[in-house]
Every structure is written in C-alpha cells, then in structure tokens.
C-alpha cells in the first residue's frame, strides 16, 4: 500500500484531511476520491513484479493498492474462496484487476494507470473446455476436482440403461448454448466511507447486500458489525451484481485507510470484465421413449466452459441437470456435468441460472421425438407434463403445476392447430415449455436461519415502516413488501414505507437471485403483518366491547364486521394498542419446508414451487441471407396468483426481450490477438456498440396469459415470474425455424451465417442442421446412484464415492455394457 499525503491522526483517532467541503452550517466533510483500476493485458501469467512509484508521484493521486494490501480470499460460495479484490500472484484473465489507483478525479486516476510499471512472466493460456480437459497444467487454480476441471457431477436415479433399453426409439442429440452477458442500462458502481463513529459504510449496486457484507468482513479481516452495506436500487441487474465484486473490497479498503468517501463507477467494457454472465455449455441428451412419446429414461451430460474463478459455479453445474424432472414425468434419470476452467472473465447467475441451456436442449429434442412419432409438438408435452404434488426422481418436490394450461392456452390464441406445419415456405411455428424455481431451498452457506426477515413499526399516525434486507432490483420487490403488508392490516400503500436493503437497519433477507423474494420475503411480511394485527384486534375489541375474531381490516380502518358503522381508524386502533401494550413493532421471517434429497448434491434444485411456462414463437426467415424476423410471440405463465398483473406482465415480457437477444444475436465471444501484439485471448466484443441486444425496434408482439392457480406455498398463492418466462423461448424459436425452412440450428445463438450454412448442407446432401456432432471424453467420477421414491427410495445415495475412484472413460465403464433387452432403435443427430 503506498499513499501520497496521507492523512495524520488526530487525538480522536480520526484522520485530519485536506481538500474539504465547507456547508454553511460549519459541518466539514471530505471531498470525495475516485477508483480506477489497472486491469491485466495479457490472459494468464505470473505477477513478476510491480512498480507504483511513477503513478505515486502523479499530481492528484492519494492511493495506490496492490495485491498485498488485500491478501485475503474472498467468493461468493463457501467451496470457491478463490478471488482476491487484486490479484496478488498471478492474473487469469485479460481484465483481472491488477492495481488500483485513488484521486482527486476519475481522469487523474486514469492517467495514473499508465504510470504503474507490471512485469508478468506469462503462462500458457486455456481458452475453451477442451484445453482445459487437454491440460491439467499449468492449473488455473489449486483446487478443484481434478487438473483444471472445477466440478464434476455424476448422479443417477433408477436404471437409466435398463430404461433406454426398453424404450421404442432412443434419441441422442448434442447441443451448445454460448455464453452472454448480462447487459444491464446501469454499470456497477460503489462508494465507501467512514461513518461518524469510524465504522465503513458501504453503497453498491448490489444484488445481495448480505453477502458483499460477508465478503468484506472476510477480506477486511473487520469485524462484520463495524460495517454497513446499503444495496442502491439497482438499474438492472439479472444476476450480474449477486456476487461480490472487487471493486466494492477495494474502494472500502480505500476509505478505511484515506478516512475519504472513494467512488468507483465501472465503465461498460469493465461489466464486460466483472461477467458472471451465462455460462456456455456443450449438451447431450441421450432419451428413450415408447411409440406414445412416454417418457423411459434420460441420460444428460454437461459441459460448462466456467472462465477463471468460481463463482456460483458448482451451483450452476449442478443446475444444468436439477430441473429436467419438475417438468415433464421422467422416471429413470442419469445426470452427469463438468465446469473447467478457462482464462476468460469469471460466468455465473444469469436470468434463469444453468437451466436455460439444458432447457434448449432438452426442448428441441422433444420436437425431434414429435417429429418422428408423428405427433403434434403441444400433444405430446401434454402427454408427459409432471403431475402436481409429485416427488420427482431426483427427489424434488413439485406442488401446484399450471403447465398443461399454458401450453392449451398459447395453442388456443397462437391458432396452432391451423397454422403449424401449414404456413407459407419460409414462415414457421415452434412451441416449448419451460420450468423454474420459485426460490432456492438452500442458503448458500447452510443454516437453519430464516431465508427472509421483516420489521414492523407502527406509528401514532398510522404509518406503517416494513424493514427488510430485500434488494430492489426494478423488479418491483418494494411494491410487493408494501402489498402484502396493506393487504393485512388494511391500509393504503401510500401508508406504508419501505426500508430495504441496509445490513445495518434491516433483517437479513439472502439477496434478490433465484426468483426467492415474492415468496419469501412475501411470506415473511405477511407473518409480520399478522402479527402486527394481534394486538391492534386486541385493543379494539376492548373498546367495541365485540369478539376480537369479529374484527375487519380495510379501508384504513378496523370496524365489526357485523355493524360496519361501528370501529376506529387504523391510526387510533395503533394509538389503543400502543397504550394497552406498549409500543408496536413486530417480526416475520421465512424458512423453506426441508428438501426430500439426501445424496450430495441434493441441495440445488429444491424449492418452496415451481413456476411454469409455454411459448409459441412465430418467424419469418429469408433463405437467401439466413435473416429471421420475429413478428409474434404467445406466452403463457403460471404465476399461482399475480398479485400485482401489471408488474407480473412486465415481467414476462422482459424476460421475451431477453430470451430473443439470446437465441438472436447475443454472445459472450472472444478472439487472439496476433503473435505480434502477444497472443492474447482477448473479448471479441466488449462494448454495447459491437455486442449486439435487441432494441424496441426488434421486439415482437408479445401476447402474454397468466394462468392463475393460487399456490399455498406462496404468499397469496402467488410464484416466481423474474425469470421462468424466459426459458421456453429459445427453443421454441429453434422449432419455429425448423417449422419454416426445415432445418436445424442445434445452437444458440441462431444466427444468419448458421442457417445458411444448414441450408447448404441440406443442399449437398448432408445432415439438415448446425450445431455440435461430438461430446468430449471425461475422467467422470463414479455415480451416485440414488433410487427413486418408487423404488423404496429414501433420498439418499446407496454407495458412497470412494476417494480416487474414477469410472474409465465414457464408453468403456461398466454402464456402458449394463443395457440389458433388445436393442432399441437409435437416432443419432
């Protein structure tokens, strides 16, 4: 750590600075500093050797950090503490954060970057999955399954082997999902401080202010009640602010050491860096099915390309392949994933977490299987949709399922009985299907605490505070809170104040991921509200001198409900029990019911509800230039109960806008750069000027129904909608392209150069599709083999995974020999 004119203590053990704003009132306050950070060059090498002095000696710069200064590792899961706010001995990615300068201005730290002098000793660089699998050194990272795979997964649910070999037609497809990005309007940003007392006060654009607060407790080595992360109403976030991130450890250790607020604002090519965006993932899907299109068994390998730190990465493998069972009856299931390393920005949680990819896949397939078995596309899916209150293979509980009424309801208003298979060449129809969480089961770091708390205080005047650590997001999360308290205790929303997202004022809530914070924290505002009611009931029924369970809440007031003419407002029922009790302040908090899985692993998949979704997309492609346009899209979503429509409308069709970017156009690629100008692996796109999203010029109609089947899990009976809807569009896009022109695109996304290049291969004869042809050989580690609930399954494994033990290569392990009956039919695609 190396400071120009740092600051001198004074008796008070603060820091007397310079440079202040005077307020007319006499109160003087520091003037705020500004962070940039010096960013790597080069992909993968060894920190040799750096030199500040030059960048010191810089008119305007107050501080620089290096690695040393923040020596400690820091992540957002307990098994992948591999980041540090600056690299200490080595980088693992072109735009890892090297240094960081503090000045006067943003402009002058700028400069100041060029003036820090970086020696590297580079590495070999690993740019995709293969030469992670190909290269267990030099590793990425010291930990991990093996080499340079991060994780590796092998679970099985009944005799998957047996079941593909009773089936009519086994199906093996493999597909790819390329990586994008988040792209929210608002970059990430933060400021620290000092408080009055000394203690470190943090403001960011954060998705989950609980566990930045960890995460600087750890990294600061301060104790966590010395500091105080505020969760800034976010512009967008969709995962990309869920972890926490280096630059909020660096300008709080910043602010600690000047005792000066310090401001960092990323630029877009930094949010580019920071990622956690999707990972990409190659796919196999190997599915048997009798000639009814039933279901027998489905084999699903993963492989995710994870770039260079761990994130949310174990989770995110293991949701590639949780979800499959929640949605349509699958009886016999294998899952099997992997997540390398590679030197490029870190993926993570982007909307839909992990399940989007193997949706795609699995949902395209489905078509093929239609196709074969010559049945309708809507008809089968109806055939084989999950039963509701169902415990599934892999041991996750489904409750109310809408599926089968969204997919009749896109049918019924997308006119797809008339229209599929008959339009003009050129034009087509796809349907998919889709499924999600309604909050994690689990916390990240496993406890038996509440997942969401909320405070009630209620005032003289009849105001009503609701305190809890939910982070707005634009998502609507504070109008939630306040609906579902007014709901309660009969207020006006406008009654009703919201103070969320502070550690320091309010309860812990985990964070806005996972679709969680409806149900949640919902659940949660309503046990405080309830609560609240108790003794305001209590103190009203003294005065009316009637049964308290007679009383009514609404219409700010609290009235017999058999003479409505008698009762009090809200504010005087506050004011009565204010007397008779005391002041008036209650709690709520939310625990999810305990998961049935019991095998390692079990912890991702398991929610509270599922929510559930069908798409019709309709296109227009040109076969001279592979161009698609979109006109229109039908979707359905099981929402259980909206409780705001307006809001849950949004919902949907942000989560079309998104999914259109992604199966269109949107990528997270990267290039080397030329020999001459080091070879590096560079982003091939990091700016919104080359990435290209959709605008409001591309988006479709989009006709949106929500089916509404109250859910008793969920407050009012209402599920997730941040996320599902997204999910079912890809595929159904991919089945409308085949629909119109007849062929393929087994990736996303689905651009022009891909359809023409399908097209010709139609044309010379071949394969009528793009996409991928092989799945890579994987050291996969023995299987955890779990028997279903209809097996005498109890959700736990019946072997243990022997340290070491690894089954031999796919293909030549002993489930490869385990088929058993008559040879099915294969297709291979």
Not at 64 to 69: A, R
Not at 465 to 485: H, K, M, N, P, Y
Request: charged share 25%; glycine share 10%.
């Amino acid at each position: 750590m190396k400071t120009i004119g740092k600051p001198r203590r004074r008796v008070d053990g603060r820091a007397k600075v310079t440079g202040q704003t005077r307020f007319a009132d006499d109160v003087v306050l520091p003037r705020m500093l500004h962070c940039r950070l010096l960013r790597s060059r080069l992909p993968h090498a060894r920190i040799v050797r750096i030199d500040a002095s030059r960048a010191l000696e810089h008119p305007g710069v107050h501080l620089v950090l290096t690695g040393q200064d923040l020596p400690i590792p820091y992540g957002i899961l307990p098994v992948s503490q591999d980041e540090h706010a600056l690299a200490v001995d080595r980088v693992r990615f072109v735009g890892d954060p090297v240094a960081a300068v503090i000045a006067r201005d943003e402009l002058t730290a700028f400069e100041a970057l060029d003036l820090i002098d970086v020696e590297y000793e580079p590495l070999r660089t690993l740019a995709d999955p293969a030469e992670s699998l190909a290269h267990a050194e030099p590793r990425i990272h010291d930990y991990g399954d093996e080499g340079n795979i991060h994780k590796l997964v092998s679970l099985g649910f009944g005799d998957v082997a047996g079941a593909l070999a009773s089936a009519d037609h086994v199906f093996e497809d493999t597909f790819f999902y390329q990586g994008n990005t988040h792209l929210p309007i608002e970059q990430h940003a933060a400021v620290a401080a000092r408080d009055p007392d000394g203690k470190l006060v943090l403001w960011s654009s954060t998705q989950t202010p609980h566990y930045v607060h960890r995460a600087l407790a750890k990294a600061l080595a301060m104790p966590a009640a010395h500091i105080r992360v505020v969760a800034t109403p976010n512009g967008g976030g969709f995962g990309g602010k869920s972890d926490p991130f280096n630059h909020e450890i660096v300008v709080a250790k910043a602010a600690l050491v000047l005792d000066r607020p310090v401001k960092i604002c990323l630029t877009r090519e930094e949010v580019f860096y920071c990622h956690r965006g999707r990972h990409p993932v190659l796919m196999r899907f190997t599915t048997g099915v009798k000639g009814d299109g039933t279901i027998t068994g489905v084999h699903l390998k993963t492989l995710l390309d994870g770039g260079a730190y761990g994130s949310y990465g174990v989770a995110s493998t293991f949701y590639t392949g949780a979800l499959q069972t929640v949605t349509y009856q699958i009886p016999r299931y294998r899952f099997r994933g992997c997540r390398v390393f590679t030197n490029k920005p870190p993926c993570g949680p982007k909307r839909g977490h992990g399940t989007p990819q193997s949706r795609f896949g699995q949902e395209v397939q489905l078509d093929k299987i239609a196709e074969k078995l010559d049945i309708d596309p809507a008809e089968l899916r109806l055939r084989i949709v999950e039963k509701p209150e169902t415990l599934t293979a892999n041991y996750l509980r489904v409750g109310t399922i809408g599926l089968a009424e969204c997919i009749r309801r896109v049918v019924r208003s997308s006119g797809w009985t008339t229209r599929f298979r008959k339009l003009p060449r050129g034009r087509g129809l796809g349907l998919a299907c889709s499924s999600y969480l309604s909050g994690a089961g689990l916390p990240i770091y496993w406890n038996d605490m509440p997942h969401s708390g909320v405070q009630l205080k209620l005032d003289r005047s009849g105001g009503v505070t609701a305190f809890c650590g939910a982070t707005e997001i634009g998502q609507g999360s504070d109008d939630v809170l306040v609906a579902c308290v007014a709901e309660i205790l009969g207020v006006d929303p406008l009654d009703i104040r919201p103070v969320t997202g502070d550690t320091d004022l309010t309860p812990v809530d985990l964070g806005s991921y996972s679709s969680r914070v409806t149900l949640m924290m919902g659940n949660a505002a309503i046990q405080a509200a309830e609560r609240a009611r108790e003794p305001l009931a209590a103190a009203v029924a003294k005065r009316l001198e009637v049964p308290a369970n007679r009383l009514v809440f609404a219409d700010r007031r609290v009235f017999d409900a058999e003479d409505p003419s008698r009762g009090v407002t809200f504010a005087e029922a506050v004011c009565l029990a204010e007397a008779q009790f005391g002041t008036i302040g209650t709690t709520g908090s939310y625990t999810p019911p305990r998961s049935a899985a019991r095998y390692k692993g079990g912890g991702v998949g398991p929610s509270p509800t599922y929510s559930y979704s069908a798409a019709v997309v309709e296109v227009e492609v040109d076969e001279s230039t592979g161009w698609i346009l979109v006109p229109r899209v039908w979707i359905a979503h099981d929402i259980g109960r909206a409780l705001n429509p307006t809001l849950v409308r949004g919902q949907v069709e942000g989560s079309v806008y998104m999914a259109l970017g992604e199966a269109l156009m949107e990528e997270q690629v990267f290039r080397r750069l030329p020999a001459r100008l080091s070879h590096a692996l560079v982003h091939k796109f990091p700016s919104m000027l080359e990435y290209k999203s959709p605008t409001a010029l591309d988006m479709p109609e989009v006709f949106t129904e929500l089916v509404e089947d109250p859910d008793p899990r969920g407050p009012f009976g209402a599920k997730e909608v941040g996320q599902g809807p997204l999910l079912p569009v890809m595929p159904a896009l991919a089945n409308a392209v085949y629909d119109a022109i007849g062929v393929r695109v087994d990736e996303i996304p689905i651009t022009p150069e891909k359809i023409v290049r399908a097209l010709q291969a139609k044309a010379d004869g071949k394969a009528a599709r793009y996409g991928p042809v092989s799945f890579p050989d994987i050291p996969w580690p023995e299987t955890l083999n779990v028997p279903p609930p209809w097996e005498g399954g109890d959700g736990r494994a019946t072997n243990a995974t022997r340290n070491g033990t690894r089954e031999t290569r796919e293909g030549h392990g002993p489930s490869a020999s385990a088929s058993g009956g008559g040879a099915p039919r294969r297709t291979r695609q």
